[in-house]
């Protein structure tokens, strides 16, 4: 085979690769996720400060994960509920816990492209590190 066209064949391999492996992005709560939450992550996917506060004033477990290991932080970042992620974190929730794939609300708004999230994320104490 010609060395020409070996290399042809190689990069062209190489170009099929990112398309053909799995990708690895963030997932945020699907449609069925967000119906079928309950307790904090619930309030803070729907931003619900008053239920929220109610809930935080029984002291629950904080950084209670779902079936993909978020936390209610995470679903605030991802709904875009600055106001919750500010609450939750007053509440004592872990501003950079990661979740099963290693994001934090810092990575899951620079990804959305969210400056504002971004920015209340880092004003909380996230650290800018912490990007995936």
Same mark, same amino acid.
């Given at each position: 085979?010609?060395?020409?066209?070996?290399?042809?064949?190689?990069?062209?391999?190489?170009?099929?690769?990112?398309?053909?492996?799995?990708?690895?992005?963030?997932?945020?709560?699907?449609?069925?996720?967000?119906?079928?939450?309950?307790?904090?992550?619930?309030?803070?996917?729907?931003?619900?400060?008053?239920?929220?506060?109610?809930?935080?004033?029984?002291?629950?477990?904080?950084?209670?994960?779902?079936?993909?290991?978020? %936390?209610?932080?995470?679903?605030?970042?991802?709904?875009?509920?600055?106001?919750?992620?500010?609450?939750?974190?007053?509440?004592?929730?872990?501003?950079?816990?990661?979740?099963?794939?290693?994001?934090?609300?810092? %990575?899951?708004?620079?990804?959305?492209?969210?400056?504002?999230?971004?920015?209340?994320?880092?004003?909380?104490?996230?650290?800018?590190?912490?990007? %995936?």
């Amino acid at each position: 085979m010609n060395l020409h066209l070996l290399k042809s064949a190689v990069v062209s391999a190489l170009c099929l690769l990112p398309a053909a492996a799995p990708g690895r992005a963030q997932v945020p709560p699907s449609a069925s996720e967000l119906v079928a939450y309950d307790g904090l992550h619930r309030a803070a996917a729907e931003g619900d400060l008053k239920t929220l506060e109610a809930m935080l004033a029984t002291k629950p477990e904080i950084d209670k994960r779902d079936s993909y290991g978020r %936390t209610a932080f995470h679903v605030a970042a991802y709904r875009k509920q600055r106001e919750v992620m500010t609450l939750l974190l007053k509440a004592g929730a872990d501003a950079n816990a990661l979740e099963s794939q290693a994001y934090d609300a810092v %990575t899951i708004a620079a990804v959305a492209d969210d400056v504002e999230t971004l920015k209340v994320s880092l004003a909380l104490g996230n650290k800018a590190t912490n990007i %995936t």
